[in-house]
């Protein structure tokens, strides 16, 4: 469901990938909402990287189905 998954990056972006310095600013640097959508986009494009070598083991799980 469309609206579920973008609960869940909402919510994985402003309570894993903000600072407490961003806090302060959560709705502009800590959200998905308009005001916010771009900052994330530019400046934490980390939480992007689906290559991380974090997620090698979880890939390798997931190509076992």
């Known amino acids: ?18 600072s407490p310095k961003d806090k302060k600013q959560a709705e502009k640097k800590c959200s998905m909402s308009m005001n916010g959508f771009e900052y994330v986009m530019v400046n934490k494009k980390h939480i992007w990287n689906f290559e991380h070598s974090a997620l ?10």
């Open 1 to 18: 469901d469309k609206e579920f998954v973008k609960f869940w990056v909402n919510t994985y972006i402003r309570f894993d990938t903000c």
């Open 56 to 65: 090698n083991e979880l890939k390798k799980f997931l190509r076992m189905f």
